[in-house]
């Protein structure tokens, strides 16, 4: 804990056809996934444009559907890479340390 992790793969998995087909209706949906880490919810951070604060959303949304550029295909994604930011407080007594924010 307290130190930077880059780029670690956590998991790999390949997925049926019938799984992609349920993936694409939690797309459409628009289904979110929700994480906890150490009690706490994982929160998005959504900058308002039309002021100078921010929202925070509960989990995120399992994928989006879009086009590559050019194409005028729909395609579905799957958010599948994710940066966490764990936010904590270190204990100013000892060696301990408590996560404060999960985003």
């Not at 019938?18 to 797309?27: V, W």
């Not at 906890?36 to 959303?57: E, G, H, K």
């Not at 936010?87 to 000892?94: I, R, V």
Request: aromatic share 8%; hydrophobic share 35%.
């Amino acid at each position: 804990m307290r130190e930077p992790k880059m780029c670690q793969i956590v998991c790999k998995a390949t997925i049926s056809d019938k799984q992609a087909k349920e993936l694409k209706e939690k797309i459409e949906d628009e289904y979110r996934v929700n994480m906890i880490l150490d009690n706490l919810p994982l929160v998005v951070p959504i900058a308002r444009p039309d002021r100078d604060d921010v929202v925070f959303q509960g989990g995120y949304h399992v994928g989006v559907k879009g086009q590559y550029a050019g194409s005028k295909d729909e395609k579905y994604f799957i958010h599948n890479h994710l940066i966490f930011l764990v936010k904590y407080h270190k204990d100013e007594n000892s060696d301990l340390s408590r996560i404060v924010g999960f985003e």
